[in-house]
């Protein structure tokens, strides 16, 4: 059987595209890990870890290594099965959602139709498995943190789902490939990210209280829960919920660069206006357009990512109150009415479009 | 075709254990955490029937919000533990108490199935389009065929949510 037959068979490309998914997962992760430690320190104004490898490249290595030698410690009245199970269901959300990002022009492991809507249903489970590590605890301040962080993420669910409609309404299309294309098709100007900035903002926030990450990471508040839901757990499980934190946010900035950012797209050496063509012209065909557009994708996921990192290192927590309000009182509205705003507007493009009026450029830019 | 006989028979049994563990988990805790599960393999069910939107809608609602929200209820309430009590009665007596119900419910149930498969029509050759139920299908359909009954059930999850509200405001006063 060659190599091509065995392709042919779904159970083979599964096995093949999802390592890869897990490998790129990983290697991203042990990056953003790196680049977290040193984006912290320069914010710090500090240098940050230094003496392993080259600017510290090795640090994290070292880190989890040590992470690894560590007693996996089980304490004695908790709840056994949850309590080892807990970060494995915690894996299953983060890295179930790379298999709908398109990473280039045909990189995607499984394009479904209902793209968005499967990213909201997987991560429900990020919800349970918060809930089976700070039930299995048997800590009161793993439970509280646990409880604190599914509230949180059930209310930024809603508003993250909302927020990304506008996105679907504008590309007519739930699945993420057809969102890009539209994307390709409309220019640079044409990037979701203008006519869906109240989106792109409420998206961004959304996130960092769905990823639990700093302003909003109540749920593992140390000056009020210890360490909130991963109290307890130490050695290889507490690399794991590391991992997992990480893994969840390269998912989330890749999912926002591909919606907002226009994903894979992005000029080629090959369309520098004179010289381009004469020079470049060879870096152009299939493979070349998933080179670059993989590249493409990985510097805007990246961007975004700088981004997050930026914001925890600089703005201070919330209080829980506060965080609600913010939710349910501010953001929901604000992407209702940013979808709202978005029917208004395409509907007028599509009728003064053929129109010679001038008033159709106030609409353009939701054409 | 084993393939799929033998994922659809993970799935069932998977199905059938974890809905029985909802009954009988002693930590009612455990029985939200069943029932996701249970959840879980019904929407891999759809997965095989090719409905992908109604596989994740089965994840997003039932697998997610609904036990999310069984928790927060086992949260509020003080129920943690069910004891079962120390049982006076013989084996036989517990069999005739509990199992009669189960036999009568489990044979009206079968029935039921047995009669809904052999009055419904099986389409006897395959069907071009396999009635794939696409978002924008299912979006159509709720806006012109049922969008009164759409809209009832709006309005009692409006009501149900008021309620709600009125419940936990006056606990506070």
């Known amino acids: 059987m060659s190599l091509a037959d065995l392709w042919a068979q779904h159970w083979f490309r599964a096995f093949v595209t999802g390592s890869l998914v897990l490998v790129f997962a990983l290697g991203n992760f042990y990056i953003t890990l790196w680049l977290e430690r040193k984006e912290s320190a320069w914010i710090q104004n500090r240098l940050g870890p230094m003496r392993a490898g080259p600017q510290g490249l090795l640090q994290v290595l070292a880190d989890l290594f040590k992470l690894l030698q560590k007693e996996d410690i089980v304490p004695r009245n908790v709840d056994r099965i949850l309590f080892l199970i807990a970060p494995f269901v915690a894996h299953i959300p983060a890295l179930l959602i790379f298999l709908v990002v398109p990473f280039g022009p045909n990189l995607v492991v499984a394009d479904y139709d209902i793209g968005i809507i499967m990213i909201a249903a997987v991560t429900s489970y990020a919800v349970i498995a918060t809930f089976i590590a700070g039930w299995g605890s048997n800590n009161k301040y793993s439970l509280l943190g646990a409880m604190r962080g599914a509230a949180q993420m059930i209310s930024y669910e809603v508003t ?49 209280a769905e990823l639990n990450r700093a302003p909003f990471d109540l749920m593992e508040a140390e000056s009020e829960l210890v360490a909130g839901y991963h109290t307890e757990y130490s050695g290889f499980r507490f690399a794991i919920f590391l991992l997992v934190e990480y893994v969840h946010m390269i998912a989330w900035s890749a999912i926002a660069a591909t919606l907002f950012l226009g994903g894979w797209v992005g000029p080629t050496p090959a369309d520098i206006p004179v010289i381009g063509p004469r020079l470049f012209g060879w870096m152009t065909g299939p493979v070349w357009d998933n080179i670059w557009g993989f590249c493409w994708f990985l510097f805007k996921t990246y961007l975004l990512i700088f981004i997050v990192i930026w914001i925890r290192w600089t703005f201070p927590r919330v209080r829980i109150d506060q965080l609600m309000d913010l939710g349910w009182k501010f953001l929901l509205p604000v992407s209702l009415f940013n979808i709202f705003l978005t029917g208004v507007m395409k509907y007028g493009w599509n009728v003064l479009a053929e129109s010679g009026s001038p008033l159709r450029w106030l609409f353009w830019l939701w054409r | 075709m084993t393939a799929q006989y033998l994922s659809f028979g993970v799935l069932a049994l998977v199905t059938l254990w974890s809905a029985y563990k909802v009954v009988t988990a002693r930590l009612i805790t455990h029985a939200a955490l069943w029932m996701a599960l249970s959840f879980t393999s019904v929407s891999g069910i759809f997965l095989m029937l090719q409905q992908e939107f109604i596989a994740a809608l089965q994840v997003l609602i039932y697998a997610g919000a609904i036990t999310t929200m069984i928790i927060f209820a086992i949260m509020l309430s003080s129920i943690r533990e069910i004891r079962v009590e120390p049982q006076q009665q013989t084996f036989g007596q517990r069999i005739r108490a509990s199992g009669l119900l189960a036999v009568v419910v489990g044979l009206v149930f079968a029935a039921f199935m ?60």
């Open chain 2, 114 to 173: 047995t009669y809904v498969y052999y009055v419904s029509e099986i389409p006897k050759e395959a069907v071009p389009d396999p009635g794939l139920l696409t978002v924008r299908q299912v979006g159509a359909t709720l806006f012109t065929r049922f969008t009164v009954p759409f809209e009832v059930a709006s309005i009692l999850l409006l009501l149900a949510m008021i309620g709600a509200i009125i419940l936990t405001a006056k606990e506070t006063e």
């Open chain 1, 160 to 208: 993250l789902v909302m927020s990304v409609i506008g996105v679907a309404m504008m590309a007519g299309s739930l699945k993420l490939s057809d969102i890009v294309l539209a994307q390709a098709e409309r220019g640079v100007l044409g990037w979701y990210l203008f006519p869906q900035f109240i989106g792109f903002i409420v998206y961004l926030i959304a996130s960092l």
